[in-house]
């Protein structure tokens, strides 16, 4: 039942050609997202909606995660940032694309997330993503600089900090605009300068902390 329907999800995004990266689909053929989701959702894993999964949080429905993915063109080696663990799905789609010679740091601030995200990774059998409990809207400095960023939450603006910590050359996705809606905007740095491109209007949960929208940090 499961895997008809993951099927399904699958024949839609390239019948449309909403996913162009191959790489990307082989991501969400690999990784089970039922293993992501709270017991209670695994029946409707493979559904195209975000599911709750605590704290008022969500895991993205899997359209949305897929192009977010597609427009972060991850190569394999790549080093990853990632704000927002939540489920930790994404951050598994993540390490299946970044490869054996890439990395993945995932950033989460909610401390039962972080233990929710480890233990799915876990149960998953994967073992190369790095799951920190921090305030992701001010990066991860430590790693600096990543090839990639993706953000999972909404900003009010793109946090220099973030633009900081991108190599030159590097892509950023995140979703910009207020609680109520925001609109997806893809950035690629050059020459110091980030180019940005809008992907279109979405609604995701406020990134809090330091340059959230929420600035009630849990930290
Ligand atoms: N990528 C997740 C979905 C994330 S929902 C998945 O695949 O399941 C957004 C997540 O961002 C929530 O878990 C929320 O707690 C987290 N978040 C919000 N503000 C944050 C911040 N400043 N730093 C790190 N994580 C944050």
Request: hydrophobic fraction near 40%.
């Amino acid at each position: 039942m499961l895997e008809r329907e993951k099927l399904r999800l699958l024949e839609l995004w390239e019948s449309q050609r909403l996913v162009k990266d191959r790489h990307v689909l082989e991501a969400f053929r690999k990784i089970p997202r039922e293993m992501f989701v709270p017991k209670e959702f695994k029946d409707d894993a493979y559904r195209d909606e975000p599911l709750p999964i605590s704290a008022g949080q969500t895991i993205s429905q899997p359209s949305t995660v897929m192009l977010m993915l597609d427009a972060l063109e991850v190569r394999p080696g790549n080093k990853v940032l990632e704000i927002g663990a939540g489920s930790g799905y994404n951050a598994a789609l993540l390490s299946f694309l970044v490869g054996s010679k890439g990395k993945v740091i995932s950033t989460e601030i909610i401390p039962a997330l972080v233990r929710f995200a480890k233990s799915n990774l876990k149960k998953a059998g994967i073992k190369k993503v790095t799951v920190i409990q921090t305030d992701g809207s001010k990066g991860h400095a430590k790693e600096a600089p990543y090839d990639r960023i993706i953000c999972t939450a909404a900003a009010p603006v793109i946090p220099q900090v973030l633009i900081d910590q991108l190599k030159e050359g590097g892509i950023i996705i995140i979703p910009v605009g207020g609680a109520w809606g925001q609109t997806m905007i893809r950035g690629r740095k050059i020459k110091g300068q980030l180019e940005t491109e809008d992907l279109g209007g979405y609604l995701f949960v406020p990134l809090r902390g330091r340059f959230g929208i929420d600035s009630r940090a849990t930290e």
